[in-house]
């Protein structure tokens, strides 16, 4: 890969939710895996070195990760733009500093307008008033603020979900973009074994993820594809020595939970 301009950090498995389509299959249980603090910052220093652009911090659950207002200055330092994609279930005052600054972005999931729906998805009493609450909190701090409404409707465990209830819910706070993504066939979400048919066709083109584990993989939701282990082979090594998984046959757009699209142009972003 020659032209990285984006990467996913999957910095934690773990997850306070326990959302039935979780692509990650991320939950209370999860771990922070094996990756410490310092290969998160050699990782961040590789891709900025690689000429990506901007990151975007996931999970699980990324505020979760006790050094996650770290890893935020690490990057912003290495000249990155930042976007964190929080459930915002919790956001203490470390945490609300970091995404103060400048550079930095949030982006969030919400279900339904009623707390039932939201949290018949979520698994979590509560989970619906506190994201809402912290999602009025960081637009009232002019922190910028993006959310997907996903489509969930389709599994067997919701009847029909107000997502269109869900999306003026959120213009309502002041939620400027609001985007509309479908159930992922991915992880939880899965019926059966992953499929390249949940995937753009365009892994591997100008955007990497990196595991927990350290494992790299071409997209978030092509998971069963290895290109390397960071613990093993440097981020650059890796992406300029493994062969390109090439073209694949897909069916669906590469928008996932909202948010840009894996254009050449438009990095994608969960």
């Given amino acids: 890969m020659t032209d990285l301009r984006f990467a996913w950090l999957e910095i934690t498995g773990k997850c306070q939710l326990s959302c039935t389509h979780c692509y990650a299959d991320s939950g209370p249980h999860g771990t922070e895996g094996t990756l410490r603090t310092s290969d998160w910052f050699r990782v961040i220093d590789d891709v900025a070195e690689l000429g990506a652009q901007s990151v975007q911090f996931i999970g699980g659950e990324p505020t979760l990760h006790p050094d996650l207002p770290a890893l935020v200055d690490r990057a912003l330092d290495a000249g990155l733009t ?28 919400y279900y339904s307008d009623t707390a039932a729906q939201h949290e018949a998805i979520t698994g979590r009493r509560g989970s619906h008033a506190r994201t809402r609450a912290n999602i009025a909190e960081a637009l009232g701090r002019d922190i910028p603020l993006r959310a997907g409404v996903i489509d969930v409707s389709s599994s067997d465990f919701i009847g029909r979900q107000r997502t269109h209830a869900a999306q003026a819910d959120l213009m309502s706070l002041g939620v400027a973009q609001v985007g509309v993504d479908s159930l992922r066939g991915v992880g939880r979400g899965a019926n059966a074994s992953p499929s390249a048919d949940q995937l753009c066709g365009r892994c591997g083109h100008g955007a990497v993820a990196i595991a927990p584990t350290g494992e790299v993989w071409p997209c978030v939701f092509a998971r069963w594809i290895s290109l390397g282990n960071i613990l093993d082979t440097d981020l650059p090594t890796i992406l300029s020595t493994v062969a390109s998984p090439g073209p694949v046959t897909a069916g669906t757009s590469c928008w996932p939970q909202g948010g840009g699209s894996c254009a050449p142009n438009d990095p994608p972003r969960l």
């Fill in 82 to 109: 930042v976007e964190v994609f929080s459930n915002l279930v919790h956001v203490g005052p470390r945490l609300w500093d970091a995404f103060s600054r400048p550079g930095v972005r949030l982006a969030t999931s």
